[in-house]
């Protein structure tokens, strides 16, 4: 085998030793970051953070949708209740008798659960 003589100067290869340990340095402290406790517990720390964030969201989003259903509902509700109202203060046979067949229903219902 033949030798190849380093061309470079003294100063050369300290500056490459120093640029290469710094290299290695630079290396092993983000290894260590990598698999550091704290590391991990930030970085979970993120993740729960980004699902909590998400859920609040969809919570909300929920929240206002079913917000505008039941306001719809409370809305349809009071409306047929207003026509159900006319329709007695008319005197309409049918709304009467219904009406008081919700009422002796309820009153069923009202005995049933108090003899339990």
């Known amino acids: 085998m033949s030798e190849q003589k380093d061309s470079r100067s003294a100063d050369d290869i300290k500056r490459d030793l120093e640029r290469k340990r710094q290299e290695l340095s630079d290396s092993v402290n983000a290894l260590a ?12 720390k993120a993740g729960f953070m980004s699902v909590a964030n998400d859920a609040s969201k969809a919570a909300v989003s929920v929240t206002d949708d079913a917000t505008r259903q039941l ?32 009422l002796a229903a309820a009153a069923g219902l009202i005995g049933l659960a108090v003899k339990k």
Do not use: C, F, N
């Not at 970051?33 to 979970?44: F, H, L, Q, T």
């Not at 409306?79 to 005197?91: E, N």
């Open 33 to 44: 970051d990598r698999v550091s406790p704290k590391a991990g517990i930030e970085s979970a």
């Open 71 to 102: 306001k719809l509902l409370a809305d349809d509700a009071s409306m047929h209740a207003k026509i159900i109202v006319d329709d007695v203060k008319r005197g309409d046979v049918k709304t009467i008798a219904l009406g008081g067949l919700v």
